[in-house]
C-alpha cells in the first residue's frame, strides 16, 4: 500500500513508513490532548517538504486563533495561505455556528449541506491532497443530526479515497484525562468507520508527573505497533518516541483492557 508521510517526528515509524494513501483516519482523545496540533501539523509537514496543499475545516476555534495559536510552533499559515494555489486553506465552520460573521473567504454555513460542496470546491481549486475536519464532535452536536454526518462522513471518505486524498477527522473523546482512551474512541470508530484510529490520551505516573501517550488503534492493511508510546508536545509542534512504551507496570491511572482494545475491526 502506497504511504504519505505524517510529518510527526517518530510516528512513522510505528507503522512502517506513514499513513495509507488516500485513507480517513480519526484521530481521538480527551481535549487538550494535542488533536489540532497534530493534524495541522499533518497538514504544514506535507505543504512545506513536499509542497502537498491542505484543508483544514475548523470547526472547534475561529480560523484567526487558530492561526494565532500555531504561531508558538513557529508555523506561519498566513504565509502558506497566500500561495497560489494556496499550500493551506482554512475552512471556517465556525463563525456561522456561533452566530458571528465569517471574516474568512472559505466558510461553512451551520444547517446548510455544505460541507461535502465547499470541501470538493476547495479540493478542485486548490489539488488539495491532505485534508482535516477538527472536530466530527463538533460537526455532529450542532451543525447535523449524528445519522447525516455519519452519511456524509462516509460519502466524503469514499470520494477523497478516489482522489487519493489522506484525510484526518478528530473526535473529541468524553470523561477524564484519567479514563481511558482507547475504549470511549471505539465508540468513535464505530461510529465513523474510518480506514485508521490514533488515541491521544495523558497519564500520572505514580510520580505525580503527566505523560502524553499515543496508540495506534488500528490502520487497515498496514502492519503497526500495537501499545501505548509517549509523545511530547514541544516548541516545534508534536514528537513521537517510537521506542518509550508507557504500559500498565509505569503507570498510576489504568490504560484499560487489551481484550476490548483488539475488539475493533
Ligand atoms: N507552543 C507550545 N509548546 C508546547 N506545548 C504547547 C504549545 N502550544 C500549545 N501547547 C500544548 O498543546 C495543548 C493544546 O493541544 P490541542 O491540539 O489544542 O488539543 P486538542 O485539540 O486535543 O484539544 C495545550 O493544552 C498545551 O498543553
Ligand atoms: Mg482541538
Not at 485534508?131 to 470520494?159: C, G
Amino acid at each position: 500500500m502506497d504511504s504519505i508521510e505524517s510529518g510527526i517526528p517518530g510516528l512513522d515509524d510505528l507503522f512502517n513508513g506513514g499513513f495509507p494513501k488516500g485513507k480517513m483516519i480519526l484521530l481521538s482523545g480527551p481535549p487538550g490532548a494535542g488533536k489540532t496540533v497534530f493534524a495541522m501539523q499533518f497538514l504544514i509537514a506535507g505543504a512545506i517538504e513536499n509542497s502537498e496543499p491542505g484543508i483544514f475545516v475548523a470547526f472547534d476555534d475561529l480560523p484567526s486563533h487558530i492561526r494565532r495559536d500555531m504561531k508558538s510552533f513557529g508555523w506561519d499559515i498566513e504565509e502558506l495561505e497566500a500561495f497560489d494555489p494556496p499550500l493551506i486553506t482554512i475552512i471556517d465552520g465556525f463563525s456561522d455556528r456561533v452566530g458571528l460573521a465569517s471574516k474568512e473567504r472559505k466558510t461553512i454555513r451551520a444547517n446548510v449541506d455544505s460541507l461535502l460542496i465547499t470541501i470538493l470546491d476547495v479540493l478542485k481549486e486548490t489539488g488539495a491532497t491532505r485534508v482535516v475536519i477538527d472536530s466530527l464532535t463538533t460537526l455532529s452536536s450542532v451543525v447535523k443530526t449524528p445519522e447525516q454526518v455519519r452519511k456524509e462522513i462516509l460519502t466524503l471518505s469514499a470520494i477523497l479515497g478516489e482522489q487519493g486524498c489522506t484525510s484526518i477527522v478528530t473526535a473529541e473523546v468524553r470523561g477524564t484525562p484519567s479514563a481511558v482512551g482507547g475504549i470511549q474512541s471505539l465508540y468513535g470508530v464505530e461510529e465513523y468507520s474510518t480506514q485508521g484510529a490514533i488515541v491521544l490520551n495523558y497519564v500520572e505516573l505514580p510520580s505525580g508527573e503527566f505523560k502524553r501517550v499515543l496508540l495506534i488503534q488500528k490502520m487497515r492493511g498496514v502492519r503497526h505497533v500495537f501499545g501505548w508510546r509517549e509523545f511530547e508536545i514541544t516548541e516545534n509542534g508534536i514528537v513521537v518516541y517510537p521506542d518509550r512504551m508507557v504500559g500498565r507496570g509505569h503507570l498510576f491511572t489504568s490504560l484499560g483492557s487489551s481484550s476490548l482494545l483488539t475488539g475493533s475491526s
